[in-house]
């Protein structure tokens, strides 16, 4: 699956997530867009996501681009990027069971990354980082 899941748009993938639900998406294709965001260099244009899904893939993007393994420069990039798609009030999503993420509330996303996050802490350590250059070294510049 993993083969497949690289050779797909990052904004495709972020639409995907969010019509499946981050609850049920595979562990790959979450781990996947995270990797994208951290180390790919990756900037999602949320215009290429379908509207009724942009407030969950915007929500994910912008709680992913918070994680201390983005650099200054970088979290600042990717967090203009999405800002502009989120809504100035967002509207209730219809599924907010167990939302606690006060970010998701924002962005009116019917999910919430909490209970995910500790499948993503082993792909944000220094160590993970400095594998993942050595394989495959990233320019950090667009």
């Known amino acids: ?3 497949q899941v690289r050779r797909m748009a990052l904004e495709r993938m972020l639409g995907d997530v969010a019509r499946q639900g981050v609850a049920h998406v595979a562990p790959e294709l979450l781990r996947e867009v995270a990797e994208r965001l951290w180390y790919a260099g990756e900037v999602p244009n949320l215009a290429k996501v379908p509207a009724n899904l942009r407030p969950d893939a915007g929500y994910l993007v912008d709680r992913l681009a918070r994680f201390n393994v983005l650099p200054k420069e970088r979290k600042l990039q990717v967090l203009s990027a999405v800002r502009q798609y989120q809504p100035a009030s967002p509207t209730p999503a219809a599924d907010v069971t167990g939302r606690k993420d006060p970010l998701a509330v924002a962005w009116g996303a019917s999910m919430d990354l909490t209970s995910r996050l500790g499948e ?3 792909y944000q350590t220094r160590q ?5 250059a050595k394989v495959a070294p ?4 667009p």
Do not use: C, G, H, Q
Request: aromatic share 6%; glycine share 0%.
């Open 120 to 122: 993503l802490m082993p």
């Open 138 to 141: 990233v320019s950090l510049t």
């Open 128 to 132: 993970y980082a400095s594998d993942k």
């Open 1 to 3: 699956m993993k083969r």
